[in-house]
């Protein structure tokens, strides 16, 4: 059965560092792409940073910078570290898997993923 938790999540100020882990089980992390998305209270789920099988990785404007997403394929586990936060980060932060490929460009579409996490709420005060 394929799955994703996510852990990490937290309540840190403004300018702070978080990391967020996206644990993979039925697959491999190097299989699939994984994405990380946010949904702020009242908003839309938007998404943040991607991986992709072959290690190309996107984000988003909001985040670039900012944002880092890595994986570590020995222990299956995909990585979202978030440095400089600001308090609109705050959100509940999901991985999600899919197994389909499209061009980098379109993979923060929240549609093309079919795994996803319960979410990890991050905090950010100012």
């Known amino acids: 059965e394929v799955q994703v938790v996510e852990s990490g999540g937290g309540a840190v100020q403004a300018g702070g560092s978080l990391r967020l882990s996206c644990a993979a089980s039925g697959f491999g992390v190097d299989e699939y792409a994984i994405g990380w998305f946010r949904q702020a209270p009242g908003k839309e789920r938007e998404g943040v940073s991607v991986i992709m099988s072959d290690g190309t990785t996107k984000y988003a404007d909001s985040v670039k910078g900012r944002f880092t997403i890595s994986n570590e394929n020995a222990k299956n586990l995909v990585y979202l570290h978030m440095n400089n936060l600001k308090p609109e980060d705050t959100a509940v932060y999901y991985c999600?898997?899919?197994?389909?490929?499209?061009?980098?460009?379109?993979?923060?579409?929240?549609?093309?993923?079919?795994?996803w996490g319960q979410g990890t709420q991050v905090t950010v005060s100012s």
């Open positions: 999600a898997a899919t197994e389909r490929v499209v061009h980098a460009l379109f993979m923060l579409n929240r549609g093309l993923y079919d795994y």
